[in-house]
Nanobody, 124 residues
């Protein structure tokens, strides 16, 4: 099976920075888009940023100019550098990836996978 494991969340003061990382492992053949979503208390999960296998990126308007998404294809990882953090960035952040993986009996399947989530709290 395939797993996404996130790291790097925590508590930071307004204006500070955090870097989130996510590593995919398992019976991976290839990874297409990777990205980050977030969910604040009482709100729906929303897109933060995505990146294609070729490096094209897409950002939510609320994070443009402050967040940077990147990936290392050779390591199956995606990262989110978050600068100039604001209290409204407080949320659980989830990484996601669209992955072609091999089932135990050999069939290739393309599926979306999600990490377990990591808490980011921006507060003084």
């Amino acid at each position: 099976q395939v797993q996404l494991v996130e790291s790097g969340g925590g508590l930071v003061q307004p204006g500070g920075s955090l870097r989130l990382s996510c590593a995919a492992s398992g019976r991976i053949v290839s990874i297409n888009d990777m990205g980050w979503y977030r969910q604040a208390p009482g709100k729906e999960r929303e897109l933060v940023a995505t990146i294609t296998s070729g490096g094209d990126t897409n950002y939510a308007d609320s994070v443009k100019g402050r967040f940077t998404v990147s990936r290392e294809n050779a390591k199956n990882t995606v990262s989110l550098q978050m600068n100039s953090l604001k209290p409204e960035d407080t949320a659980v952040y989830y990484c996601t990836a669209n992955i072609v993986h091999r089932m135990p009996y050999g069939t290739l399947i393309r599926s979306d996978f999600w990490g377990q989530g990591t808490q980011v709290t921006v507060s003084s």
